[in-house]
């Protein structure tokens, strides 16, 4: 069964604060997402990766920023943490074949910036 | 660029009966479409997609969706709901023609309730 794990499923950060959300995906996959969710706006792109140590910004990557070091590790990194930064994150995989390929998501991490 | 609206935030739904979930979108080339189900505290479930070909995609848990290229819309449906259904559900499109990476945009999300 294939999998997309995402480290912490609830964290709580104080302002200011440096914070790693970790993603690991075991299908092999070239391409990996952290998305945002919020209620209302739907998801929304922070940053991909189409390759190890490749990355493209997303719709809202200010705050944020990217790792890939491995192929099967994509973290998503909140230099200093700020209150707005609450929220669901989620990170997705799929594979390069084509546009017509869906994504496989995480169980997702909610962060609560106090 | 490329969108995809989803008109409804929540929809009520007596159980047994049929459901429907509205999408419409826009891109400038052919739409890859999909749609994911999430359920409370979990991440996105993929459900079904549209690629080419019959504009009725079946997919998990007997849900159905319908590609309409004249009315830009791929709703999703089930003929019989259950209580088990209830979850936010997303529509999402990818336009063949962006280049690179090609981008997905999901919509808003819509809430659907379904009433023993």
């Known amino acids: 069964d294939v999998k997309v794990t995402q480290s912490s499923r609830y964290l709580v950060k104080r302002t200011g604060e440096k914070v790693f959300l970790e993603c690991v995906q075991d299908?092999?996959?070239?391409?990996m997402f952290w998305y945002r969710q919020d209620p209302g706006l739907g998801l929304r792109l922070i940053y991909f990766?189409?390759?190890?140590?490749?990355?493209e910004k997303g719709d809202i990557p200010e705050g944020y920023s990217v790792s890939r070091e491995k192929k099967e590790r994509f973290s998503l990194i909140l230099e200093s943490a700020s209150t707005n930064q609450t929220s669901m994150y989620l990170c997705?995989?799929?594979?390069?074949?084509?546009?017509?390929?869906?994504?496989?998501f995480g169980q997702g991490t909610r962060l609560t910036v106090v | 660029a490329q969108s995809v609206a989803q008109p409804e935030d929540q929809v009520n739904v007596a159980e047994g009966n049929p459901l429907t979930v509205k999408c419409t979108y826009s891109v400038s080339g052919n739409p890859y479409l999909f749609w994911y189900v999430q359920y409370p505290n979990r991440g996105l479930q993929f459900l079904l997609k549209y690629i080419t070909g019959d504009n009725l995609v079946k997919g998990s848990y007997g849900f159905e969706a319908e590609f309409n290229k004249s009315q830009t819309s791929f709703h999703l449906k089930k003929p019989s709901a259950l209580v088990s259904d209830s979850a936010l559900y997303f529509c999402?499109?990818?336009?063949?023609?962006?280049?690179?990476?090609?981008?997905?945009?999901f919509g808003t999300g819509t809430k659907l309730q379904v009433i023993p």
């Open positions: 997705a995989s799929s594979p390069a074949t084509g546009g017509g390929t869906e994504a496989f």
């Open positions: 990766s189409y390759d190890v140590k490749m990355k």
């Open positions: 999402a499109v990818r336009d063949s023609l962006s280049g690179g990476y090609q981008k997905v945009t």
């Open positions: 299908m092999d996959h070239e391409n």
